[in-house]
């Protein structure tokens, strides 16, 4: 009888041993489970607790120790991250992510020949592993070893045909190295791959616009911003690309989303839209655009011919003649506007004013036109002679008009 309590004493005491090591592990892997938790909800000094309290419970316990590393780099404390890392792998050797994780951690802290070894580590205990060639070919490149990160995204995308992600990481650095052909190439498989792969229509685009196919980089900036990458940078090549094309509607929709939403203080944006505005009729709202150009850039050649059209539109002559004016003060060369002027001259009947531009102008570069016109303001100054000459001119450059007044003119 004796024997039999003490067996059943025995019993007992292993039982709740045995209860209390269950116990303790279900509680370590339940803290293992709640910190991971944290972590991917951005919790990391949640996290760390989680992970703390994980180990002390039990200190083999590595995956603990990895991801803490993970919350202390989160949080900037890279030390404590590689200090984390260097446990894990020292309770087990054979923790292949925890060497990738360790040389990116090394990246980050310059030191590329510990980089590369545990990459080369990962690699050697998971030879398909894709992420350690990927991470290791970033390295590469970093370091100007653009034949060695190649040979690494090879056998990437060799081991993962259907990544996208690594089809664009290589059309980039084919980009890189002038290998344009097997870039674009590359690029359109990521987006074979993922059809909604927003990053790879803008890269894309980019290369049809530096290939000056425009019709093509639109048609990607489309899919791009359709697929939600809609920051500044796409709206601007959209933008420009779509002004190229004279698509002048859909540019002045990209240039005033840069102007409103993004509040772009780019002024060639706000002269490209004045332009639009122009071309599609709308002059008030073009004038407005291009005056405040012009007080910012009063040496503006362009914006201020097209403020002296639009008045000359609008029936202003002499509102345009100061900004003529202008422009033959920036580049006294323009004898298209210099026959603008004469002309206005002219209809003024300010016949001394207009031969003196016009006299310029023959003298830069001789047109029927200017000679036509300087005939015919000598003529309202009662210089027949002259007229007759310049007549003569004309006609002899291929004035029209000239040869037909010269037998009745000059006779």
Known sequence: MVRNCCLASLFSCLFVVFLAFNVSAQTANSMYESGCSKYKSGDYAGAIVDFTNTINKSSYFFEA???????????????KALADCNKAI???????????????????????????????????LRPDYTEAYRSRAKLYISMGK??????DLNKAIEINLKDAVLCRDRALL?????KKDEALKDMSSAIKIDPAYAQAYYDRGLMYEEKKDLKLAVADYDA???YALTNQDIFRHRADACYSLEI????LADYNKLLVDFKSKDNAVLFNRGICLYKTGKDAEALKDFMKI?????????VNLYIADIYIKQGKANGALPYFSKVLNINPKNTDVREKRAKMYFDQKKYAAAITDLDEAININPSGNAFYLRALCKDGLGDTK??????????AIGHVEAGQKISGYCN
């Open 65 to 79: 120790f990895f991801e803490r590393a993970r919350c202390y780099e989160a949080l900037g404390q890279n030390d």
């Open 174 to 178: 084919y980009l890189s190295m002038g």
């Open 294 to 302: 012009s007080s910012l850039e009063p040496k503006n050649e362009s």
């Open 386 to 395: 002259g007229a007759c000459a310049d007549l003569k001119s004309a006609a």
């Open 224 to 226: 791009a911003i359709k």
């Open 248 to 251: 002048y509607e859909k540019a």
């Open 90 to 124: 020292e309770i087990n050797a054979q923790y292949h992510q925890a060497f990738l994780y360790r040389g990116q951690l090394y990246v980050k802290a310059k030191n590329t020949k510990l980089a590369l070894l545990d990459f080369a580590k990962c690699i050697s």
């Open 146 to 151: 653009n034949e060695e990160a190649l040979k």
